[in-house]
C-alpha cells in the first residue's frame, strides 16, 4: 500500500454521508421520515479522532437532522448538510480550519464527491463506490459503505501516526 507513508501528514477527515457512513438505503417511514442504519465501529472510530484532535467534518447532499443529531452524538461539529456544491462547502472549510488540502483524507462514493475527492491529500472510496469515484481513489477500502469505511481509513491513519493503540493500556486517551 503506497499510500501509508501520506497518512502521516493527515489531519482532517470529510466524509460523506450517504453511501459511506451508511450503506446508501434509506427507510421510508408512513409519515415521509427517512431511516439510515450507522456502523458502531465507525461512530467508535469518528468519535475517537475528535477525542484526538483531528478535524472531522461531514459534507452531504442529504438535509437528515436524524443523521446531523447521530454525528453531533458523536462529537462532530463541522456538520454540512444540504450541501450542493460540496467543493464550496470544501474551500470555505479549508480557510476557515486554516487546513492545507494535502492534510486531507476525503471519503466519498459518488458523483457529487468527485470534484472534492481530485483535490485532497487522499481520496478514498468504499468497496462500493462507482467506478468514476473508484478511478480517482487514492484507496479503495475492502467494506463496502456503512459497513466500516470510517473505521478502516481512520484507523490506518492513527495507527500510521502512533495514535491508534498504547501496548500498555491498550488504548490511549
Not at 43 to 61: C, D, E, P, T, W
Not at 107 to 114: E, L, M
Request: charged residues 25%.
Amino acid at each position: 500500500m503506497s499510500f501509508l507513508p501520506k497518512l502521516k501528514d493527515i489531519t482532517t477527515f470529510i466524509f460523506d454521508v450517504d453511501g459511506v457512513l451508511t450503506d446508501g438505503s434509506v427507510l421510508v417511514t408512513e409519515d415521509g421520515h427517512h431511516l439510515r442504519s450507522f456502523n458502531i465501529k465507525d461512530g467508535y472510530a469518528l468519535q475517537l479522532a475528535v477525542k484526538r484532535g483531528y478535524n472531522v467534518a461531514i459534507i452531504s447532499g442529504g438535509t437528515s437532522e436524524g443523521v446531523r443529531k447521530r454525528l453531533e452524538g458523536l462529537g462532530i461539529k463541522d456538520i454540512f448538510l444540504g450541501a450542493g456544491k460540496k467543493i464550496e462547502v470544501f474551500e470555505k472549510l479549508l480557510v476557515e480550519k486554516g487546513i492545507s488540502k494535502e492534510q486531507v483524507l476525503y471519503v466519498g462514493d459518488d458523483i457529487p464527491d468527485f470534484i472534492v475527492m481530485r483535490q485532497v491529500g487522499i481520496a478514498a472510496c468504499p468497496n462500493d463506490g462507482v467506478p468514476e469515484i473508484q478511478e480517482v481513489s487514492t484507496y479503495i477500502s475492502p467494506l463496502n459503505g456503512g459497513k466500516g469505511v470510517a473505521r478502516d481509513v481512520i484507523e490506518k491513519v492513527m495507527k500510521v501516526q502512533g495514535k491508534w493503540m498504547d501496548d500498555q493500556q491498550g488504548f490511549i486517551w
